[in-house]
């Protein structure tokens, strides 16, 4: 029995994959297989990710906010999740007990989670005294 949730598991992410593997494009072949004429080079840009950043302080505070952004949406899920956690307690004390700890914990983080901003940006200032 679990050969074949195994193998239905490595059939079912083969089938899910097959797209990508059939939209990519191919290099510069002999004979003119790839995506480019004989001749022509194929010439890729990228974009700056995070716009124009002129100094470090810039990149930092970017990166600051990247973080804070990704830990904000995480601490929802984790409140939800308390939440969820309470109302599956249905009146079970140990189990309300493990959802506050988990509330507790999501804020406490998202209290850290602040306080690195306020952090940073007591940094970034600092740094951008020296620099001008």
């Known amino acids: 029995m679990k050969k074949i ?18 939209l990519a494009q191919g290099g510069d072949v002999e004979g ?30 970017t990166i600051v906010d990247l973080l804070i952004n990704l830990g904000g949406v995480i601490v929802v899920f984790f409140i939800v999740f308390a939440g969820f956690k309470f109302v599956i307690a249905q009146g079970n004390p140990s189990k309300i007990e493990e959802a506050k700890r988990i509330l507790m914990y999501t804020l406490i983080g998202a209290v850290i989670l602040l306080g690195s901003k306020v952090i940073s940006e007591i940094i970034r200032n600092t740094l951008l005294e020296f620099t001008s």
Do not use: R
């Open 5 to 22: 949730t195994q193998l239905s598991l490595l059939l079912s992410v083969s089938v899910l994959c097959l797209p990508l593997f059939s």
């Open 32 to 61: 003119g297989g790839g995506g480019t004429a004989p001749g022509q080079t194929l010439s890729v840009e990228f974009e700056n990710p995070f716009g124009s950043i002129d100094s470090i302080p810039d990149f930092l505070a």
